[in-house]
């Protein structure tokens, strides 16, 4: 497996895990959970783990696609640019994860607080690496490019009067 492989394998966990995991943590302040708050952490802490591992096999992968015909170097340098938000952002809300972690172990007075500040930044951080993964689906999935309108007949899919 090299770098390329592992990239596109990846890729998806900072997005769905940081999703599932604020919405795991928004439940548990709203259900006032220690153990459900912990379990969102973890999700967070795995995610912000994940984008890591992505970000530093996206150089591996860009080596790989970057002479493939069709293959835009503009996209890939905004993907590359806007990964670099994506990684800050989550390693951002996995610290925070850790220090709540620690805060709901403790039984700390600002255990609440560091829930609620991490909500928000998980919210946000989501919002940066579902970008970041957008950007990096156009690379090879053109048909996600705003504004490029495929004609199905040409492309291979269904034409008129293909009712059989």
Do not use: C
Not at 50 to 75: C, F, H, K, P
Not at 124 to 131: E, K, T
């Amino acid at each position: 497996m090299d770098q390329t492989h592992l990239h596109l394998l990846i890729t998806h966990l900072p997005i769905f895990g940081s999703l599932l995991g604020t919405f795991v943590l928004g439940y548990a302040i709203w259900k006032k959970s220690d153990s459900t708050t912990l379990a969102a952490y973890y999700m967070l802490v795995i995610s912000a783990i994940g984008a890591a591992i992505a970000y530093l096999t996206g150089d591996g992968a860009e080596e790989t696609v970057e002479n493939i015909q069709g293959v835009s170097e503009t996209v890939i340098e905004q993907h590359a640019d806007f990964a670099v938000f994506a990684i800050i952002g989550l390693s951002i809300v996995g610290v925070f994860s850790l220090i709540g972690s620690y805060f709901v172990h403790t039984k700390s007075a600002f255990a609440k607080t560091i829930a609620t500040a991490t909500l928000f930044l998980a919210l946000i951080s989501f919002g940066l690496v579902a970008r970041a993964g957008n950007l990096g689906g156009q690379i090879r999935h053109t048909e996600i490019v705003s504004g490029v309108v495929q004609n199905g007949g040409e492309q291979g899919g269904e034409k008129d009067g293909d009712d059989y």
